[in-house]
Structure formats: structure tokens, C-alpha cells
């Protein structure tokens, strides 16, 4: 094949770059797409719901509250909305967190579910449930998310161990994960076993995965975690992409691997704790979302950590929406529908042949 | 360029129980000059490589044009030196094009301060010289080993190092991609005034491209010098344990010729 052919057609450097250059543009834009999806399917998800209040009714509600009865501002502004964005912040939040795991652990399965950070917050929730633990200056409704928050962070903190420690292999940590998995699980079964009927049905419904008890407070919780989080991962963007050439590669261009890691973990932990504490066990965003986001526009994260970011929210509102239209009348518990709304979608990306990026 | 010189004194690196090399001291590697580091398996070279390359802690002392590497972070190892290891990762979803402006992208290098059009032409430009630019576009998880060892290459060479250090580069390749490549290797150094350290296990290939010959058995050195000079029935009966000959060919090159295995010493007590 002569040096100058791009599949047999004769090329210059200029197209190539020209080449390039418009696949950067087409990835912006996919990003933007996702973006307007995202915003599409949160108004649709604000104006579902069992009450009797027409989609337009919820939308002027929402820019003049005025002009509804109080009842039904009540719904709009304290069930609506806060569920709305709960979904969507959980669903980027934990899709993130899935993309840069699997980047860092060189590992496609590698996810907050998968790893075992949700089995621990189920753990730390279950033992606030069931125990009824309180920490004085604690409201008692924040007793079982911060539960939940520690036993994942800790959860992650061990993980991170496993990574410091010297000869350990990225094979390892996640063995290690897997094993957390197990061993939480069986810590919760046992809980439940010992807790009363009435405990029991509250950590049934929370490890479930729900953003029914998404509160105003919750929900700015977790936007400031995103705020906080977001900058840091797009910062190491051009570096994570390195080290999917190999960690040796990666280090020889100057890369501090164990650091960049490290930064990893600890933003990981951050988004997978805080979201799995509010809304519990929600196993498939953390995982797919990456996926999709990775089959629709490659592996140079500045375009996929927003892009994992996204479809995460887009299929958690998704998931909303469908949880409240499946069964008419009935509010499903989310984390069940996530995985009956992700894996047609997941499906259709498999086997639509993947882009040649 | 004369001072443009990387000395290696008194070097150990290896685990913390075993030092794989201990107290290796290196005749000094010239600008412009490619060396060839030889010697059987497990004796050393990817630990002296990555010693070097400061992917590895190690102790001792490596100075290029008189300023010390060791105990140098990552990123400033990161702008003289280039490592190109033996094995690269399969299944990424990146293009080959992409994956070079990565490497550009992945901290700062020499002459920082080039606009990212300068840097994606020079990517461009090393794939051309590389010789795969109409692979530039297709994914990385769609390329042949030998295809990848020589994006691995390009990826090295885009951060135009002063000394680049390459672990066994045509091992996957065919006879006329090795040859480009040494060939490659060999320009590039010359006209960049840049430090090549290549590990080969194909002699012929290290006695014709090398300017000079780094040969070592169990992390000790066991001869250096020019390829006539390092490589005899001599040493490699010491090293590889086998019994040759070296002989000149019509064109004066220098030919290895392997006649036999030598006897281990328990086979020879026996």
C-alpha cells in the first residue's frame, strides 16, 4: 500500500488533519446532543407523574409558582423537582465515577456496583436502619445516607490501599472489589436477618434504589459533590487518556500514575458514596453509561468523561420517567428499571457496529 | 554536541530483597550515536532501561550532559528521555493519530508553548517518517502487533527526546520493518544529535545499525565497545554460552555465525 493512502484513496497530511479536526467536531457536538437529550427527557420527567397536573400546568409552575394552588406547588417544587434532579445528578454522578474507575483499574467491568462501593453503603445504610444508630448534632433523616456515605468511603479507601501497596496489580484491586461485593452483601443478609419486620421492609425499599426520598437538601448535597468533582476529572482528561496506552507508557511521557490514581479513587469515592447514600443500591449507570458513551465517541476523555457523564443522567431520567409511566398509578422503585431501560440501549450500540475512531 | 553525554555510575535497581543490577557503571553514551544493549534473557536490560527511564527507583548515579536524573520526578525525566516498552495494551479505542497527539498531550515537553496545530502536524509528520500514515485514522484495537510496535514508536518519537530508549522494537516485526526501523533509528539519532539505547536480541541487527555495543549477563557488564570489538567468540561464549564465529562478509559487515551450545558446566562435571 503506497504511504500516502488513506483504505486506498489518495491523501495529504492536510486531510488527515482536516479528517481529524472533524471528528473532533462531530464528537463536540454528540456531546452537546447528549446534553439537549438530557434537558429533553428532565422536562419529561417533571411533567409525569400520577397527579392530575398537565404537563403545561408543571411547566408554568415552575417559572411563575404563583400561578398553582398550593397543593399543587407543593408537588411540583417538593416531589417533582427534587426527584427530577436527584435522577439526573445520581445517574452523571455514578456514570463518571464508572468511566474513570474502569480507565484507572484497566478494567471494563470496573464500576461503583461492581467494586463493591454499593454493596457498602447498603451495609452502612442497613446498620442505621436496623440499629437506629444517631451521632449527636446529626438530624436523624441524615443518620442512614451519611451511613451509607462512610461505609463507601471507607469501601474505596480500601481499594486505594490495595493500589499503594507495592506489586499489587490492577488485577488484583479488582479481585479485591469483587470480594468487598461478597463479603457486604453477606454482612447485609445477615442485618436483615436479625432486624424486625418493619426495619426489614425500609432496607428492602432502600437497597432497591429510589430517588423517592430525594429531598431539596439532598439534592443541592450532591450538586455541590459534582461541582466540587467535575473540574478535577476534566482536568486529568489528557492524562487518563495516556494511560490507556499502558501504565509504563503513560509514566514514560511523564505521567505520575500512582498519583493520577490516587486523585482517581478519591473522586470516585466521593461521587459513588454521596449518590448511593441518598437514592441506595442503583447497579447498571456506573457501568453502561460508560460503555455508551465509549461506542458512541472513543477513548479521548475530554470527550468521554462528559460524554460518560451524560448518558448516565440520560438513562437514570430515563429510568425515572419510565418508573413512573411502566405501571400507571405506581412509583417503581427506580434502581429496578435502570437496568429494563439500559440494556435495550446498551443492546442496539453492540450491535450497531461500533464508530472505527 | 559533545557534551550531550548520558553516564551511568554505579547504578543498582531491582526489588528491594534482589537488586537485578547492582553497581553497574557504563561506558558514556555519546550524542548522535546508537547503542545496542544485548545480553541473554534476565540479565538486566528492562531494569537498566527502566532505571533510566525513572519508571523504576534506583540508586547510583545518571547524569545527562552533566545534570543528575536520579531522584528526578517523572515529568522532568519525562522531557529528555523517552521509553518505549515491550508490550503495549490491545483493545483501546483510540486512533493511531490520536494516540500520538496523546503522548504530546501527556505533559509538558522540551519547547513547550507550541500551538496545538503545530503539535498535531507534528504528529503527522512522525507518522510519515514512521511510515504509517495511512494507518493514521484506523483504531488501535484494529492493528497488527507489528503495526502497534511501530505506533508505540511514533509515540516515542513525537516528544523528540534527547535520549530514547527502545526495549526490544522490531521483535514483532518483518524483515523489511526491521530494517526500516533501525534504518529510521539510525537517521533520526544522527540528525537530532539524539541518544538511541535499543534492546535487541538479533545480533546481526545490533552489530550493523550500533555504534557501539553495551553487552550484559546477570546485571554485570561483560564487554562494550564498537560491534567488533564487543561482540567475539569470546564473549558471547561467555554470555549466551554458545560456540561462534565471526567473520567478515564481501562487504566488510560483520556476520555471527552460531555453530553449537555449549556445555554447562554440570554437563561438563558429569
Known sequence: MNDNSVKGVAIDDASILAIYRRTLLRRAAIVVGLGLLCVATFVLDLATGPS??????????????????????????QVRLPYALMAVLVGAALSLAGAEMQTILNNPLASPFTLGVSSAASFGAALAIVMGVSLPFVPTDWM???????CAFGSVLLLQLM?????????????????????FNALVAFVQFVSSQEALQQLVFWSMGSVSRATWSHVTALAAVMVLVVPFSLHAAGRLTSLRLGEDRARSFGVDVSR?????????????????AFVGTIGFIGLVGPHVARLLLGEDHRFLLPASLLCGALIMSLASLASKTLVPGVLMPVGIVTAMVGVPMFLFLIFRRPERT | MADAVLQVRGLSAGYRDRKVIQDLSLPAFEAGNVYSLVGPNGAGKSTLMRALAGLQPASGSVT????????????EHAKEITYMPQTLPQGVALSVLESVISALHASPIGDVGLSRHSLEQRAVAVLKRVGIIHLALDSLGQLSGGQRQLVSLAQSLVREPRVLLLDEPISALDLQHQL??????????????????VVLHDLQAAARWSDGIVMMSRGQLIASGTPGVAITPQTLAQVYGVRARIEHCSQGMLQILVDDVLPTAEETTA
Not at chain 1, 408554568?60 to 394552588?69: D, R
Not at chain 1, 478519591?266 to 461521587?271: A, E, I, M, Q
Open chain 1, 52 to 77: 392530575t397536573l398537565t404537563p403545561a400546568q408543571v411547566l408554568s409552575g415552575l417559572f411563575s409558582p404563583e400561578s398553582l394552588t398550593a397543593p399543587q406547588r407543593a408537588i411540583v417544587w
Open chain 1, 144 to 150: 442512614v445516607p451519611l451511613n451509607a456515605f462512610l
Open chain 1, 163 to 183: 493500589t499503594r501497596r507495592r506489586g499489587a496489580g490492577m488485577e488484583t484491586v479488582v479481585l479485591l472489589g469483587i470480594a468487598l461485593v461478597f463479603a
Open chain 1, 260 to 276: 493520577l490514581r490516587f486523585l482517581a479513587l478519591l473522586r470516585v469515592s466521593l461521587l459513588a458514596a454521596t449518590s448511593v
Open chain 2, 64 to 75: 545527562l550532559a552533566g545534570c543528575e536524573l536520579i531522584g528526578r520526578s517523572l515529568s
Open chain 2, 180 to 197: 526500516r526501523v533501525m534504518k529510521m533509528v539510525h537517521a533520526l539519532s544522527r540528525e537530532r544529535g539524539m541518544i538511541s539505547l
